[in-house]
């Protein structure tokens, strides 16, 4: 897939389609932009499940912060990165490793790593980089 360019079919059918997000990276510090992502999407009605092994046990937003994606106790239909470029591609191994796998891996503004991609999608994940759901949301469906 093209990776530059996504229609906004594409997205919108994403935003339509998933119900449960894992979101890497979140943060309990309402400053940072994890922490407004997660609170816009809940809003929006969506289960989120913050990830941060730094935060795990605690709570975020009223949500318990789970360790790693393996420790979620519910499937994810997409897992929103919140992580550098540079670990995208552990994030995608972990997310690979899931049973049921996730239907979407999404990934926020400037975080990018095109060969972790193709490693998702050759196995029928779709994959979006260098976005905001956040973003997309109300330009889309709201």
Known sequence: MNHDAYTDDYLAGILHSVKTIALTGAS????RPS????GYLLSCGYEVIPV???QAGKQIQGRTV?????????????VDVFRASEYLDGVIEEALALSPLPKIIWSQLGVRDDAAAAKAEAVGVKVVMNRCPA???PRLIA
């Open 66 to 78: 789970y360790a790693r994606l393996a420790d979620i106790p519910v499937p994810i239909d997409m």
């Open 52 to 54: 941060n092994p730094g």
């Open 35 to 38: 922490n407004g992502v997660m």
């Open 28 to 31: 309990p510090n309402p400053a």
């Open 135 to 137: 973003i997309e949301y």
